[in-house]
């Protein structure tokens, strides 16, 4: 049975523990073979490039016996360990916006945007700032996720000097 692609933006776990996001599936100039470029999604966002076929290569239970994973890499939500580092895939940005919308605090919101950043797009923070009765600033996404965070965090000042 042959294994699905990998797609932009989905979020894949390697054997080892580390997650990584996938950015794009290109062709290799040299060889016309299919590559899998990707980020990881801790640390320094270092990109790699792997085969398609490595990157979806099972993994050798005999080289490995204690390993649950069957693959190099699995996408996330496929996982079956919930130990560890886990990171909730997004099938599209309505369920992130859905998530946001029922946060109760401002503290809350600056967090989830914080942890969340690299999957915000321009349509979340669209949503997300009319829901907060914010009027945008900024061109590109990264000016429009700063004006927003600024927002909030005016919003939390303000609103904490009205409870003492």
């Known amino acids: 049975m042959a294994r699905r692609i990998p797609k932009p933006g989905e979020i894949y776990r390697h054997f080892k523990g580390k997650s990584y996001k996938i950015l794009y599936i290109a062709t290799c100039t040299e060889t016309g073979?299919?590559?899998?470029?990707f980020e990881s999604v801790e640390g320094e966002h270092r990109?790699?490039?792997?085969?398609?076929?490595a990157f979806l290569t099972p993994l050798d239970p005999r080289r490995y016996p204690q390993e649950e994973q069957k693959y190099r890499f699995e996408l996330c939500r496929d996982l079956k360990d919930n130990s560890g580092l886990r990171l909730k895939h997004y099938g599209n940005t309505?369920?992130?916006?859905?998530e946001f919308l029922d946060l109760d605090s401002n503290e809350e919101?600056?967090?989830?945007?914080?942890?969340?950043q690299s999957e915000i797009d321009a349509r979340f923070l669209t949503a997300a700032a009319e829901s907060m009765e914010f009027?945008?600033?900024g061109e590109s996404v990264e000016e429009r996720y700063a004006s927003f965070i600024r927002f909030l965090k005016m919003k939390m000042?303000?609103?904490?000097?009205?409870?003492?």
């Open 94 to 98: 309505t369920e992130m916006i859905l």
């Open 47 to 53: 990109v790699y490039a792997s085969e398609l076929d």
């Open 109 to 116: 919101r600056i967090k989830f945007l914080q942890s969340h």
């Open 135 to 137: 009027a945008e600033t």
């Open 157 to 164: 000042k303000y609103e904490s000097r009205r409870q003492n």
């Open 33 to 37: 073979e299919d590559m899998v470029i």
